[in-house]
């Protein structure tokens, strides 16, 4: 039986990031999930040649856009939620918690007065459990917090797209010890998507492959359930946390994280232009904690 929706990956091998674009087949109405903004860290320059390939398929298959999802405020890379909302229309949305997101990070780095933490950056904020439509496919957003305060995961048709909560069964979870974040409620957040029906497909927002494996992003409950190196049934609440909490201790902060979250923050727009014509990423000087290990973010 064919499905009634169609899903594209798209990886970028730059951020490790998986984005989406879903749709359905007999509407042709999609909703794009998680698109990347390229940055170039060194000449601080932003690009659009990875949602422009997003572009491209959505004009190949004559799609039309209605959402723009994001499964959180990314933290490695910068949303392209905005270019894309400018050039195919779709509401962009995020889950409601953002605003606590917004609230922490407008401190950390000092955002101009008129920054608002509101969530009025985005078309649409999900309240825990709300159903959406993208054309005659159901779907239903679920709060799972714990990487972020903020974290939502889509359920669409057979396949659940579950931001950076769980990774491939070989690679375990994401970390959560970004501010707002915590281990205890990403394990229960974990195990309300992991008590989904087994056979539902899990679509995740990043791959780290160990050595030897290629790249991969789609997997099921019941592989997940069976195999995953952090939370496979069987992996207890306190077991968890305390394997979570020691690895982040580790964890070097993310090379693209004081880029990303202050543009991801305000649903993908860049900052305000000033009076010289440029817009300016801020750094705060001594505000994150430093770990010397890998900069990963499971
Ligand atoms: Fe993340």
Avoid at 108 to 137: A, M, T, V
Avoid at 152 to 166: E, P, R, S, W
């Amino acid at each position: 039986m064919t499905r009634r929706s169609h899903v594209q990956p798209f990886f970028d091998p730059a951020t490790w990031t998986v984005s989406y674009v879903v749709w359905d087949r007999a509407t042709r109405i999609a909703a794009v999930i998680d698109p990347v903004l390229d940055y170039d860290f060194k000449s601080g320059r932003t690009d659009t040649a990875t949602a422009d390939r997003l572009l491209a398929y959505l004009a190949q298959e004559q799609l039309r856009v209605e959402w723009i999802l994001e499964t959180h405020a990314h933290a490695d890379h910068l949303s392209a939620a905005r270019y894309l909302h400018e050039r195919v229309g779709g509401k962009v949305a995020i889950g409601e918690n953002i605003r606590q997101v917004q609230a922490i990070f407008k401190k950390i780095y000092n955002l101009e007065r008129s920054f608002l933490p509101d969530g009025s950056q985005f078309d649409h904020l999900f309240k825990d459990g709300e159903s959406l439509r993208i054309g005659e496919l159901e779907a239903t957003a679920l709060l799972v917090p714990g990487h972020t305060p903020a974290d939502m995961a889509y359920l669409i048709d057979d396949a659940v797209f579950v931001g950076d909560t769980l990774f491939l069964p070989d690679v375990g979870t994401a970390r959560a010890d970004f501010p707002g974040g915590d281990a205890h409620q990403l394990y229960a957040s974990i195990r309300r998507l992991l008590a989904l029906p087994p056979q539902t497909r899990m679509c995740g927002c990043h791959d780290y492959p160990p050595p030897g494996r290629e790249p991969q992003w789609e997997t099921t409950v019941a592989q997940q359930r069976a195999n995953n190196i952090h939370v496979r049934d069987g992996i207890d609440e306190g077991t968890f946390v305390a394997m979570r909490q020691a690895r982040d201790a580790t964890l070097e902060v993310p090379t693209l994280l004081l880029p990303s979250i202050q543009v991801n923050v305000r649903g993908g727009q860049l900052p305000p232009v000033e009076e010289n014509g440029v817009a300016y990423l801020r750094i705060p000087l001594n505000a994150l904690p430093r770990a010397d290990g890998p900069p990963a973010h499971a």
